[in-house]
């Protein structure tokens, strides 16, 4: 329930902030209410700062009422950790978007929270380097959005998510301070990582001001396999076998029985599989035939069915296509899909799709997954119709199974996304209470009066 | 100055722990006391645990007199951070030395912390996989201490450190509660990520009673570069280079003038040059050839005297024979060293070297550099006879000189070794207040009374 915030704090942070940086207009608030989640909460403000100094300023001024702030960079985010449920501030970094430098001999970038990763993509490529993570909304999300929920998306198999490609940070902490950790070095002994700490921390222990991001050397050229297997299992002990040497992969996706029948039935040219795996290797033209090769010889074993080779950019676009069509296939299903990020351990994945399987013919509800196989990170998507009742219910009541699939062997709720308020509730079952416990320590360290994103990642002790 | 354990407690303990899993002897007390920093301090007793409940147990009852608790791997750390200056308990983890599983399909290895680095990458390689770290102590040091201190080695400039290297923990917080964080996957946004904070921390927030731990598929071949360049310039430029295109070395180090006209005086066959880098590829036998040539291009360059190539064992071996042959050599020179791991982005080697030469001219002390070039973490070793009063206070006065040299130019006090108390004092020049603020917050969150490893890393407030 948004409650008004008092007179005072409202001039103060307008006197601060100005009238570009101070937004209580009902249509931007509207605006900045909401996240991919399609959830929705009205703000009392929308506060647009210009630097570290503005947003230390403005969180002393709302600590000293606890009143509510909550980061927000694009609103890509699926789990709802921008929505402000409690109303308070939201804060946009849109005004801090600056890529404040590009250091390619030292192979790092310095960065505002607010530009846009596949911006940051864009002025990388002339220096032959990118940052690693490249979620799906590589093209609307910001680097901050990425930092607060530690994105990941297809290359973190081979070149890692967001924690592995930050070395330093510059955040605002719930008590106001500005601190300074890390730096542009790839190997730090020196006191606590509190970099590590803020990444993924969901906006709950620090706004992040300024980030020191890894960047990677940039392959000159990209292969494609795609490889049919007969069931699940196959395709899992591929998946081990192609981890398992040196050449690891540069993307692997897979896709079960239920998205090939899909893209089959909506038109794709699919053969007839119970799994599938789309395969990147990158390299230069006298790496990449080699890579082609160690990748095609791991992919080959009991179950394979086929197995593709695109070689140029036409033909790969060819071959990726058919995973580009899954989203929008989904919906030619069902309206409405609940896409649960899970993670377990690579050879877990035959367990998880059979558990799947079992779950969706108990819930008569058709369940697809897909995803990024090589770190044990499956989307679990149900599909149903919002509008049936029936339906709904049956959705959301598969959920809890899903997640008590999922630790029974041995993985955790969220791999890509975060948990917001969407799989908070589900902590409880991925923690015990003294770990939990030392998660809300933290939390109290950094952020004493609990006003950073209230009500997300932990549940209520 | 160590202070008498209460009866009750001792008491307690020995029942807890059993007479193999509580000394008190002095012999044993002794043997306990010191680490490679050749400081030493006499605890009151040392414990055995053989369990985490054990673990636990022990914490709670020290926690409940606030009894100083240290954590003791082998003892090869360099900056006393095992060295129990307030007495209390020194906790060894040599009867929690179990290699628990193995998982070869999910690259994942799962530890106690008193396994010992080389047993853990023999047990390993008949799987073809390696666990990253690789400290010159592999031989004798623990995993457990790796993970205290962040541990490295040449290997993690291709392959990470220890942080980058554990992917979840069970550890014993300050308030004897047990917590368990991360798990067997390498993609996880699910709550903080208190693994690769505690990871680092050097004993003072939390006591590491299991991790498991990130795999690497194991090349089976390696060669190697040697190259001489004509000062340091030169050659951090071609670290830049090497760095910068996507067949990254497998090791990387750096040897300055100094130290290659110390191998030469001491018989070493090394022509003269300013600098010198030792360049390590891997790959298979279709690949490694590839990767020496982009690595050997990369290397050549303006400043480049001479390059040579070993392919096979034993000419490798005598290429590292040099590099082996520098710390032997440095005691030839002088009995005292006062070795600091600094780090600074690799751009400013250049600066650096030239800094710690006018600063080698400034003490009238010879000061040698070498070490992990593509992580810009250089050894820095001040070297001076330990009778002779003058120039141990000469050595000890460059110290915060060469300090603010590296944090001038960016970098920070430490890349492996820790900060311990060696460094803590210049700890407020590394960070500053709030920062440090932030630190202490989290310390206390974890372990509220203190009582983990007191006066390590973070200086008095």
Chains 1, 2 share one sequence.
Not at 259 to 269: E, H, M, T, V, Y
Not at 343 to 369: D, F, H, M, N
Request: net charge negative; charged share 20%; proline share 7%.
């Amino acid at each position: 329930m948004p409650r008004d915030l008092p007179s005072s704090l409202a001039a103060e942070l307008s006197a601060l902030l100005g009238p570009a940086g101070w937004r209580t207009d009902e249509a931007v608030r509207r605006a900045h209410g909401e996240d991919d989640s399609r959830q929705w909460a009205m703000p009392d403000a929308v506060a647009l700062p210009q630097d570290a100094a503005q947003v230390a300023a403005m969180v002393r001024a709302c600590r000293a009422l606890r009143v509510p702030i909550v980061a927000r960079g694009a609103g890509t985010g699926t789990a709802a950790g921008a929505v402000p449920f409690d109303g308070g501030v939201v804060v946009s970094f849109a005004r801090m978007a600056r890529i404040v430098s590009i250091s390619p001999d030292d192979r790092v970038a310095v960065v505002e929270p607010g530009v846009i990763n596949g911006d940051l993509q864009q002025a990388l490529a002339p220096h032959g380097l990118f940052w690693p993570p490249d979620p799906s909304s590589f093209e609307r999300c910001t680097v901050g959005g990425n930092l607060a929920t530690n994105a990941g998306g297809p290359r973190a198999v081979k070149y890692g998510a967001t924690r592995d490609s930050v070395l330093g940070l510059v955040a605002v902490t719930g008590a106001g301070e500005i601190v300074r950790c890390g730096g542009p070095w790839t190997k730090n002994s020196t006191g606590f990582d509190l970099t590590r700490l803020i990444v993924g921390s969901e906006g709950t222990l620090a706004l992040i001001v300024e980030a020191t991001l890894r960047l990677v050397p940039r392959p000159a050229q990209q292969a494609t396999l795609r490889a049919f297997y007969r069931d699940a299992g196959a395709a899992a002990d591929a998946v081990s076998r192609l981890m398992r040497q040196p050449q690891g992969p540069a993307m692997l996706e897979f896709i079960d029985a239920r998205a090939i029948n899909l893209l089959r039935r909506n038109g794709s040219d699919l053969p007839e599989a119970g799994a599938m795996l789309m395969i990147e290797a990158d390299g230069d033209e006298d790496t990449l035939p080699l890579a082609l090769t160690a990748l095609g010889a791991a992919a080959e074993g009991d179950g394979l069915l086929s197995l593709d080779v695109a070689l140029d950019g036409l033909a790969r676009d060819r071959l990726w296509a058919a995973r580009r069509a899954l989203s929008p296939a989904l919906r030619s299903i069902a309206p409405g899909k609940i896409n649960e990020d899970v993670v377990v351990p690579v050879s877990r994945i035959p367990t998880l799709v059979a558990g799947v399987e079992a779950l969706a013919q108990r819930a008569r509800l058709p369940i697809v997954s897909f995803g990024h196989a090589g770190n044990g990170n499956l989307h679990v998507n149900i599909l149903y119709h919002p509008d049936d009742a029936d339906e709904s219910a049956r959705a959301q009541a598969a959920l809890p199974q899903l997640f008590d699939l999922v630790l029974a062997l041995g993985g955790t709720l969220s791999g890509e996304h975060g948990i917001g308020t969407a799989k908070r509730d589900y902590m409880t079952r991925a923690f015990d209470v003294p770990t939990l416990a030392a998660m809300r320590a933290v939390k109290a360290a950094l952020d004493p009066d609990g006003i950073l994103n209230p009500g997300k990642v932990l549940p209520a002790a």
